[in-house]
């Protein structure tokens, strides 16, 4: 069909112009063409410019829910309840709570930290959001929840499958009846038969008549009985890639935890055993050169030795007897080594020598070396005794962790990727954990999680030696062990066995200690020995926050340099102390026991090499760190002289030199490499705030005061920061919150003066701090930069105003964070540790600052806090109170001095006014004005954009007036975050700017946040929207969201990336507001941006682009959970008499429908209208935004067109789950949001898929019988039976009804497969839900084109949900189909360049998880098209069982949905005068959706629809159309002979009832006879599958129903009834023998030629067989036979026609046929009285027409012509060119000459011998010989 200018879909015009030429043709076809409805309202605004919305408060309070009571009222507001401040208890992993132990004077520093890691986690949710897809998306899991517990339907095409089995077995019973024994099969024996078979069930109420309405209302209420309520949700869910609303869940901040070991030492043994022995274990990285953990010790020893160092450890605590340990491996690598260190005690003589007894004697030669042993023992027990207390060093070894990993086979390396797909979630560290074990291919060896666990045995050990001992030396030796010609291997071993046992950690192991000493859960009995946790020190950054509160220090003295001093001073051991003060007593017990020890001590010792001046050493002592550090806390660092030998008047151990640390310097703790001079004698008092370098008087130092200690420092701490420019911003702020002036730092000395700027310089500065450490403190220095702006310092009574700095510093940090943790974000690009400190941790600060008093005044009582009164773009610092000189020179506008704060916000206001002339708020925006321009004044003039342009000259954050003059007493309260926040990004310019924008989600949460908390605190809740927020903040606001719209539409083709994270962004935004503001405001907001995107569309080059982002945008937005109510679901459409209308025009209607609405409001509700898509906003913006992009004239390009029928569909998705909208009447009002989709999708028919081509079935015509599933039945039958549901048009409609326009005519704007199901299932799920009496109105308002076109698309519903079976479902290939669509979207985008590579590969890499981040999968492969293929592969039995019961539901629901609005359609139409024309098309429906594979339970009601129909409308079938009668008897008989019972029954009433109704109307019934037994024939004939016995059942149950019709019992009706019956089952009977015959074709042909011989008095049923037989030879190729059949055909009509007139062009019956062939003379008429074509029902089929005769005749030279007789060929023609003439086309005149032409230049071209065998006619050839051979 050739679709008229007019015609054309015309919802609006191209998405990118709207030029004048376009607005006047818009104007002009408004809404749709203008022959499809009667009355149009004028459109006064084009679908291109958003509306203005309804006033969203004012509509709300003045319809207060209270006018709709019942289920309705809840779609009126949002809950009371909406949102939630929930405090969460934070996780503690131990028993005992990790703080400090002086927890009554906490230094500040200290107490912030604790206030992180303590306070709750405080968390402001929408309490209903679950109901949104941000957190809960519609996936295929959620959807297999939803299908569970679905009743089976029952199906034809599945019953069918199981009775082929049966039916092999009935064939040998019936092949047992030869074919001479019963040639046509008796009457009698027909008759025997069918009396003999059982009827199936009678339906009740069949033969009662009732009035036509209670029969509807009957049929109705049936039809509701048991229905699927959730459609979509036995629809596939909507995809996934589409999901831009999507968020993953935030994660809880924990503590960092890499990939964990557990170690277990299990025994040690040497040859011999004289003494103890101890151990240390540690974990070293050899490439990166990083000791990477704590060292772990323990006691192997027996009880034996052990009991030898009793007088040195009087108490032994269990923690010190761990033997297991859980070591943690951030960065796995093949370079990792577990080092043993073995020790003894301090004895005489070097290692070498101590050593030596373990390497050559063996306790098995004991007898020989008993004296040595003894002697040794002996030496042993007095070195224990007197030098228990000292170590020498020993032995060592390691162990190369990948070879555990990798060599103890069966290691479990299954792809990791798959188990992270199948969890799915899991914290970001598990997933960085996954992450760093795929690293490479090497290191995929080293996954420290998943190995074998394997017990060692080490044998061989390296005696230490006195001069290697540092850990440079160890990284070398390490080395050298991967060598295969290692030089340690050379070396002579000492022997030994230590056992260990090596394997992965348990998930939450018992009994084990954090590496404070803290019990970790679960811990069931504090008396077994533990296991203990060891401090890993990572190797390379790791990014996480710090949760817990921890404080250790690590001390590691490395070496010293006495080798210049004199005398005594060899055995040299270092004693360590952790000092308070500098008094002896005053050490304290933080230092932690090593094995078989107290816990803590007060000392620590290094251990001693035997006579050398030099050491170097390896020990680490592990230190708790007091909580509060002064000035006066010190590491002392004794040297002793340790005297070996007993000697008299020798002491053991003589003090040779001292140094110190003092650690606390400025505020800062201090670490690091020390390189300390040493002093001979004891440092003087005062010692501790002095470093040694300082040159004391007096005071004698070795080596002429040079460093000869090296000691390191480090600390593992959550409090100290250890970063200079962290320390010196976090001191100056304590210094100022103490208020302690003048404070030294460094060599600044801090006073009141010089703090602002010191202040803002340490704020600038943050940006050069470690971004490691900044992390690890994100949530302290996010904190106090926060607070800094909620409590601005006072200085010297003066405000200092540090908003802007503080923004600058937190832009800039937080893009530092996301440009250098690239890998920690989520798909919207929001780094995970920032969104969890918004989410978790952040609140507003509501404990301010202690203020201190003022210089010169007495203290205040209240504690006083100031908000900024000014805000110009260089913002001011401070207010002048009580200060004659400003500190702060940067605001000049306040010159003189004010008295006291009261007076100076007086003058400020007063004098000063705040000065609003050259602000955008003079106006509208001031207090008691006619309020801002965005919320309050819809019509007003100004713009955003002129708003933000003003905003940034604006004086700063306003006072309200009104309650300053109101309240004077009132105190000025401190600022607000989201205001501040705000006003500075509005105000901010260049990099500051761009940093915000970057990260434009973090400061939208902290706004969200801010704004949440700051109800909840203020308890404004309850609070009117309007009044929640100032004025000044909603102008704020408003001017951010038109800037930042303003660079989404200037800078989309630039920054792609960031302009995709920015849209999103502020739609996210945007839809937190609606939570928060007042909501018309949000409108505005929303309507802001659509302004700028359009604006930008008419010159942009790539428009399709920026509709990508409008589109998601919109989507993100309607994702709101509350998203029906915000579309005021409960509100009439008034036409606005103006352009906008005024809040009481739009509001004044009652909520509810009235029935008094006239049409016009209903026409109003069904299209884009301007009433609609104000009153209903968001729902307006969506479906406009979908009419835009389907609009062929548009720019819809694939992609596009799959964006926005998803959004709809997810969100229909979403209230078919939600349980708040499952009452019918709440659902009904949903519903009307989306009543504009059906006339949408209406004009869109041409553009969709067309699902009738791809069914076999439908191709098929009479041989529609679904099982039929035969590739080439499709030409079967010819025409003359088929009776299509494609069929003959009616005089009104278009040439063929059904078929939608060819591929060409529908150009590249055509939707999808995939597409237009998914966007006709929601335009189903519309007619489903929607009301019915509103449809009806609605229908009765369309033109009947329209309707018609409605009929098409319902057409299309049926074969587009048409069931496909489970076989079909096991073959199903929808993959390639996907595949092909996909690549298809992805070229485009590449062609008209919305996608560039960069952007294609960044939105691949955000692609990777849609669920968190960080996995490194490639692809995810349940989010894309791929994984369907993984999917079906290993689909089981059951699941396939399911998926076709959930395939059965949605066919049966869809098709219902189909009946019920067809049944609103007869009812509309009855009514009015259209009834005619669209009662057929009714019908048409009805038929095509009865010929596919539905189910039991649909055809029950189809049938008791089609009767309904039947029973209302009779002409429609008797008197008119032939076609729809013989189609619709087809139609019943085939359900005759269904296998499934019901159906049967259903068919057979309706089939009796047909005949009824025909006699009544003429008392007889041969059209239905007539047309009935054609169907019989060519069902019976044609369908392979057909099962006889069915069928027999159904005429005995018609039979039945005819004898027990009461009222038609005295008419000549039954016997007719009787006689047809019989007269079927007699063709029945026939022609089942053909069905034994299908393998044998000359049988079967000769089978059909008997019975259409049978059928010489029955023309319509002889011309069926005719047909019958043509169709089976052209099949076999026996084209002569087929056309011999045709000639026959067309021979057997012209008789006919001859009859009924005498027209000269006609044939004169058959004889003008014989020259082709003297059989056809088998055709005449038999005699008239028998038969008249006049008589009703006879020659009825439209084969008895001219036309009729012209297509046959066609057919017949067709195949003449394909058997090469072409002589044949004008024989035909010769008939056939008189009447072509006579019509005097001349197109068809010039087809046949050609055609003659080609035929008689072949027979010239043929050889001699073809020229004399056709030089005859062949004239007595029989045509039998063309039937059989």
């Not at 038109?1042 to 083709?1053: P, Q, T």
Request: charged content about 25%; hydrophobic content about 35%; aromatic content about 8%.
């Amino acid at each position: 069909m050739t679709s008229t200018a007019s015609e054309r879909r015309a919802f609006a015009h191209k998405i990118n112009r709207t030029i004048a030429a376009e607005v006047r043709k818009q104007v002009s076809r408004d809404y749709g063409s203008p022959q499809l409805t009667k009355k149009r309202p004028h459109h006064p605004l084009p679908l291109t410019e958003v509306v203005e919305p309804v006033d969203f408060e004012e509509y709300v309070s003045s319809h207060a829910p209270g006018v709709e009571p019942g289920p309705l009222r809840q779609l009126m507001e949002f809950p009371q309840d909406d949102l939630e401040l929930l405090h969460q208890d934070k996780e503690c992993v131990t028993l005992e709570p990790p703080l400090p132990e002086e927890e009554d004077s906490l230094d500040s520093r200290v107490r912030d930290a604790l206030a992180v890691y303590t306070d709750d986690w405080l968390i402001i949710q929408r309490k209903y959001q679950h109901y949104s897809t941000t957190y809960t998306p519609h996936n295929s899991e959620r959807q297999r929840e939803r299908q569970r517990g679905l009743v089976k339907q029952t199906f034809e095409l599945d019953e069918a499958a199981s009775a082929e089995r049966q039916d092999d077995q009935d064939d040998a019973k019936r092949r047992s009846v030869s074919l001479d024994e019963t040639p046509r099969g008796s009457w009698a024996s027909s008759i025997f038969d069918l009396k003999n078979s059982s009827p199936d069930a009678l339906l009740p109420s069949v033969l009662e008549r009732t009035a036509a309405e209670d029969m509807d209302h009957r049929n109705t209420e049936a039809r509701l009985q048991g229905r699927h309520s959730d459609l979509l949700g036995l629809y596939p869910p909507p995809d996934e890639d589409e999901a831009v609303e999507r968020c993953s869940v935030i994660e809880v901040p924990k503590e960092h935890c890499g990939q964990r070991i557990m170690v277990k030492c299990l025994s040690l043994k040497f040859e011999i055993e004289i003494e103890p022995i101890f151990g240390t274990l540690a974990l070293y990285d050899v490439k990166e050169k990083k000791k990477i953990s704590e060292n772990f010790y323990f006691d192997l020893n027996s009880d034996q030795m052990k009991s030898m160092l009793k007088p040195h450890t009087p108490h032994t605590a269990i923690s010190t007897l761990a033997r297991s340990a859980i070591f943690s491996i951030t960065y796995p690598s093949a370079d990792i080594f577990l080092v043993i260190k073995l020790e003894k005690v301090l004895q005489q003589g070097d290692i070498g020598e101590c050593c030596e007894p373990y390497m050559v004697m063996k306790e098995s030669d004991s007898s020989k070396h008993k004296e040595k042993l003894e002697k040794l023992r002996l030496q042993a027990e007095q070195s224990c005794n007197r030098l228990g207390r000292f170590r020498m060093p020993f032995a060592w070894t390691a162990i190369h962790l990948v070879n555990i990993v990798s060599s103890v086979g069966g290691l479990d390396r299954s792809d990791p990727d798959s188990d992270s797909e199948r969890k799915g979630h899991g914290t970001w560290n598990e997933r960085k954990k996954k992450g760093f074990e795929r690293m490479s291919v090497g290191e995929d060896m080293c996954n420290f999680a998943t190995f074998r666990p394997a017990t060692l045995t080490v044998t061989n050990f390296f005696k230490q030696e006195g001069d290697r001992l540092s850990d440079e030396d160890l990284y070398k030796f390490l080395a050298d062990m991967r060598r295969p010609s290692s030089v340690l291997r050379r070396l002579r071993p000492v022997t030994a066995q230590l056992k260990i046992d090596i394997s992965p950690a348990p998930d939450s192991p018992h009994y084990c200690l954090s590496p404070e000493l803290l019990h970790v859960k679960p811990y069931p009995d504090l008396r077994v020995r533990p296991t203990k946790d060891v401090l890993e020190f990572p190797a390379r950054y790791v990014y996480t926050p710090h949760t817990t509160y921890r404080n250790l220090l690590y001390v590691y003295p490395q070496s010293l340099n006495f080798s210049s001093r004199q005398g005594s001073v060899r055995n040299i051991a270092v004693k360590v102390q952790f000092m308070a003060a500098e008094d002896p007593s005053q050490a304290l017990p933080v230092i932690f026991g090593k094995s078989s020890c107290a816990e803590f001590t007060r000392e620590a010792y290094t251990s001693v090499i035997y006579h050398n001046k030099s050491p170097e050493f390896y020990e680490e002592m592990k230190m708790k760190i007091p909580a509060n550090l002064t000035d006066n806390h010190h590491l002392l660092f004794t040297f002793y002289h340790i005297s070996c030998q007993t000697k008299q008047n020798t002491p053991l151990e003589t003090p040779v030199g001292y140094t110190w640390i003092p650690l606390m310097q400025h505020g800062r703790l201090r670490t690091g490499s020390f390189s300390l001079p040493v002093s001979v004698e004891k440092p003087p008092p005062s010692y501790s705030v002095l470093t040694p370098d300082v040159q004391l008087p007096g005071m004698k130092w070795v080596d002429n005061h040079k460093g000869v200690f090296n000691v390191e420092v480090t600390a593992a701490s959550s409090v100290h920061t250890q970063d200079p420019h962290l320390d010196k911003f976090f001191t100056l702020v304590y210094v100022l919150e103490e208020y302690s002036f003048p404070f030294r730092l460094k060599d600044v000395i801090i006073t009141e003066a010089n703090m602002e700027g010191e202040l803002k310089a340490s704020m600038v500065a943050l940006r050069g701090a470690l971004l490691d450490t900044c992390v690890r403190f994100l949530h302290q220095l996010l904190n106090k930069i926060i607070q800094l702006i909620v409590y601005p310092p006072v200085i010297s009574g003066q405000i200092v105003n540090l908003g802007r700095t503080s923004f600058e510093a937190m832009a800039l940090f937080v893009n530092q964070i996301h440009k250098n943790l690239e890998g920690n974000q989520d798909q919207h690009g929001r780094n995970n540790l920032l969104a969890s400190y918004i989410h978790y941790c952040f609140r507003l600060p509501t404990a301010e600052p202690a203020m201190p008093p003022t210089a010169g005044q007495q203290s205040y009582d209240m504690p006083m806090q100031y908000a900024t009164l000014s805000r110009a773009t260089a913002r001011p610092s401070s207010l002048h109170l009580a200060r004659s000189k400003s500190i702060s020179n940067s605001n000049p506008d306040l010159a003189s001095t004010p008295v006291s704060p009261d007076e100076e916000v007086q003058r400020i206001i007063g004098s000063k006014g705040i000065d609003r002339s050259h602000s955008w708020v003079n106006s509208a925006y001031a207090p008691g004005g006619s309020r801002s321009v965005l919320r309050r004044n819809p019509n007003s003039s100004c713009d955003l954009k002129q708003a933000h342009d003003r905003s940034c000259n604006r004086m700063s954050a306003f006072l309200d007036t009104v309650a300053l003059f109101s309240v004077p007493t009132r105190q000025i309260t401190k600022k607000l975050l989201h205001e501040e926040l705000a006003l500075q990004w509005v105000v901010s310019t260049s990099t500051v700017r761009e940093a915000a924008l970057q990260q434009a989600w973090f400061f939208f949460q902290l706004m969200t946040k801010s704004m949440a908390h700051h109800l909840f605190l203020t308890s404004k809740l309850d609070v009117p929207r309007r009044q929640r927020f100032p004025d000044r903040y909603v102008d704020d606001i408003a001017a951010l969201v038109c800037a930042i719209s303003a660079d989404i539409a200037n800078r989309y083709h630039k920054d792609v990336e960031l302009v995709e994270r920015l849209n999103n962004s502020l739609a996210f935004f945007l839809n937190d507001l609606l939570s928060l503001m007042d909501r018309g405001f949000v409108f505005n907001l929303i309507r802001t941006y659509y302004k700028q995107i359009a604006n930008k569309l008419h010159t942009a080059q790539n428009p399709s682009s920026l509709n990508a982002l409008r589109m998601d945008f919109t989507r993100i937005v309607c994702s709101h959970e509350h998203y029906v109510v915000l579309n005021l679901p409960c509100s009439t459409l008034s036409p606005p008499a103006s352009p906008s209308p005024s809040t009481s025009s739009t509001t004044s209607q009652s909520s509810a429908f009235s029935s008094m609405v006239q049409d016009q409001g209903v026409a109003t509700m069904f299209e884009l209208s301007v009433p609609f898509r104000q009153q209903h906003f968001l729902s307006g913006l969506l479906l406009t935004e979908l009419s835009l992009i389907l609009d062929p004239d548009g720019e819809g390009v694939f992609f596009l067109h799959k964006k926005a029928i998803s959004a709809v569909h997810s969100l229909l998705c979403s209230h078919d789950a939600d349980p708040r909208y499952a009452d019918p009447q709440v659902r009904a009002h949903v519903a009307q949001l989306y009543l504009p989709l059906v006339p949408i999708v209406m004009e869109t028919l041409h553009q969709l898929h067309d699902f009738t081509d791809s069914s076999p079935a439908r191709v098929r015509h009479a041989s529609a019988h679904a099982d039929d599933a035969d590739p080439d039945g499709g030409n079967t039958i010819s025409q003359s039976v088929a009776m299509a549901i494609a069929g003959s048009p009616l005089p009104h409609a278009k040439a063929n009804q059904f078929t939608l326009p060819t591929v060409a005519g529908r150009q590249s704007s055509s939707l999808s497969a995939d597409c237009s199901r998914t966007l006709l299932v929601c335009f189903l799920w519309v007619l489903k839900n929607a009301d019915a009496a509103l449809l009806e109105r609605w229908l009765s308002d369309l033109s009947v084109l329209q309707i018609n076109r409605l009929l098409d698309l319902l057409h299309l519903c049926v074969s587009c949900f048409e069931y496909k079976g489970k076989k079909a479902l096991e073959r199903i290939n929808s993959l390639t189909f996907k595949k092909s669509q996909d690549m298809k979207a992805r070229l485009e985008e590449a062609i008209l360049g919305t996608i560039g590579a960069r952007q294609e590969m960044v939105r691949r890499h955000r692609e990777r998880s849609p669920y968190g981040s960080q996995e490194n999968v490639r692809w995810r492969k349940n989010v894309t098209h791929w994984r369907q293929n993984t999917d079906r592969v290993d689909k089981t039995k059951a699941e396939m069982e399911q998926e076709s019961v959930v395939d059965g539901n949605l066919a049966t629901e869809a098709s219902l949905v189909v009946l019920d609005t067809l049944e609103i359609i007869v009812k509309t139409v009855v009514a009015s005068e259209l009834k005619e024309s669209v009662l057929g098309g009714v019908l048409r429906v009805l038929l095509h959706s009865m010929a596919g594979n539905q189910s039991a339970l649909f055809l029950q009601h189809c049938f008791t629809t089609q009767r309904a129909l039947v029973y209302k409308f009779p002409e429609m079938l008797f008197e008119e159309d032939t076609e729809l009668c013989a189609d619709l008897c087809l139609r019943l008989l085939r359900h005759c002979s269904s296998s499934v019972g019901s159906v049967r029954s259903h068919a057979s009433a309706s089939l009796y009832l047909l005949m009824r109704q025909n006699f009544e109307i003429g008392n007889n019934f041969a059209r239905v006879k007539m047309q009935v037994t054609m169907s019989l024939s060519s069902l019976v004939g044609m369908s392979q599958n057909f099962n006889e016995d069915h069928l027999r059942h159904s005429l005995k149950t018609i039979l039945t129903y005819a004898e027990e019709d009461l009222e038609l019992r005295d008419t000549p009706f039954p016997e007719q009834v009787q006689d047809l019956v019989f007269n079927l089952h007699m063709i029945l009977t026939d022609t089942v023998k053909m069905k034994e015959h299908q393998q044998d074709p000359e049988m079967l042909i000769d089978l059909m030629y008997r019975i259409a011989k049978g059928y010489q008095n029955s023309p319509d049923l002889r011309l069926t067989w005719l047909q019958n037989m043509a169709g089976k030879h052209s099949e076999r190729g026996n084209h002569a036979e087929a056309a011999h059949c045709l000639v026959h055909s067309a021979a057997l009509v012209a008789e006919y026609l001859n009859m009924l007139e005498d027209c000269r062009y006609l044939p004169i019956g058959c004889v003008t046929f014989q020259n082709i062939s003297s059989n056809v003379l088998e055709e005449s008429a038999v005699s008239d009285d028998i038969l008249s074509p006049e008589e009703e029902g006879i020659c009825a089929g439209k084969y008895f027409s001219e036309s009729g005769l012209v297509g046959l005749l066609e057919q017949a030279a067709a195949s003449f012509y394909m058997a090469a007789m072409y002589e044949a060929i004008n024989e035909v023609y010769k008939i056939l060119l008189p009447i072509h003439e006579a019509n005097r086309d001349f197109k068809k005149l010039a087809t046949v000459h050609g055609k003659l032409q080609d035929a008689f230049n072949k027979v010239y071209n043929q050889s001699s011998g073809w020229e004399v065998m056709s030089s005859s006619l062949i004239p007595e050839a029989k045509i039998d010989c063309f039937i059989l051979y």
